[in-house]
């Protein structure tokens, strides 16, 4: 019964989530400036007749609290930021912000779950318990507002018994979902490296101390972190994409100048890489004559799904779904600083589906031709207000 109202108030309000997505679609902003996004939301609470708090300056969080008698808790999350890219797609709905784009569906997330509140709103007269609506900004930057909210006491007064969080997942067909129990996405560090030599002629390299040739042989050393250190059932993944000498064909600089990520789902070896990686890269940089400074900026943990919460919840999807469209996922090497939740409370995050291949609707997140198949918009909302319900024990 509960199941078929959800769907018919989801379809209900289909337009209206929408709306609201291109709405933030056109109007992005970037990690911890998302003032005009946060008032926007605020407004959308106003209109439900909902209190709400706000929470790392632009966060929102707000209650709906069940009539029947229960006493438990369940939170859902939502991020709001934008991404530093410029959109290519040509729609009515394009980011009107130059060089601001919502390449990672934050757009999505936002305004599905202000039509889960909308849903839930309508049917807290059927329900339990308390469900505490979070809306997250700077999701993209560290240190993520999670880390924010969660020092600020979002998941106090009331405490939840579990956490929900979903997330666009362009490889995943509109109409599905995927979930997985245990270790799902990375831990992310930043690594910021300058090799320090003497530049000079580059016809004259026994008077230099040449600080490419420094760099490359660092670069390949580092690689033994992950291929010879890490153990090869838990994944590591140690990149850099940035590298500048701004010499010339004949000048060798003075330094080079690196950015990288370090990536790995175990936190013990994570603190043990750091430790390796800063020690190689000291003692062959020196022996070469040159000098070196790496930096490690920590950033998010790995992200966990508890396993029984995860269990019951891929159950509910397929109640609401059909087991036909409730996927199993992969371990994902990217990073989520929802992270931060699944490390302090029981948590569940899981993918929604946003490709349709016959609109070329199939571009990565973080691109400039990023989309998401809006049909995929009337299941996020109910699919969430469902599992929503069902975690209360309704």
Known sequence: MIKEQIQQLSKNIYNDVVANRRHLHSHPELSFQETETSAFIAGKLDDLGLEYQRMADNGL???????????????????????????????????????????????????????????????????????????????????????????????????????????VMPLIDAGKVGFRSGKYMASTDELYVTVHGKGGHGAQPQQNIDP?????????????????????????????????????????????????????????????????????????????????DFNIVRGYPFLVNEPKLTASTRGHAEEYLGKENVLDLDIWMAAEDFAYFSQAADSCFYRLGTRNESRGITSSVHTPTFDVEETALELSTGLMAYLAIKQLGN
């Open 212 to 292: 490419v040739i420094i760099t490359a042989h660092m670069l390949t050393a580092l690689q033994q972190i992950v291929s010879r250190f890490a153990d090869p059932k838990s994944p590591s993944v140690l990149s850099f994409g940035k590298v500048i000498a701004n010499g010339a064909t004949n000048v060798i600089p003075n330094e080079v100048y690196l950015e990288g990520t370090f990536r790995t789902m175990d936190e013990a070896w994570r603190s043990d890489a750091h430790i390796k990686m800063k020690k190689m890269a000291k003692g062959l940089v020196e022996s070469m004559g040159g000098t070196v």
């Open 61 to 167: 969080v707000a209650l709906i609290k069940g009539e029947k008698p229960s006493g438990n808790v369940v939170a859902l999350r939502a991020d709001m930021d934008a991404l530093p890219i410029t959109e290519a797609n040509e729609v009515p709905y394009k980011s009107q912000n130059t060089g601001v784009m919502h390449a990672c569906g934050h757009d999505a997330h936002t305004s599905s779950l202000l039509g889960t509140a909308k849903i839930l709103t309508d049917l807290k007269s059927q329900f339990g318990g308390t469900i505490k609506l979070i809306f997250q900004p700077a999701e993209e930057k560290l240190p993520g507002g999670a880390s924010l909210m969660i020092k600020e006491g979002v998941l106090e007064n009331p405490k939840p018994q579990a956490i929900l969080g979903q997330h």
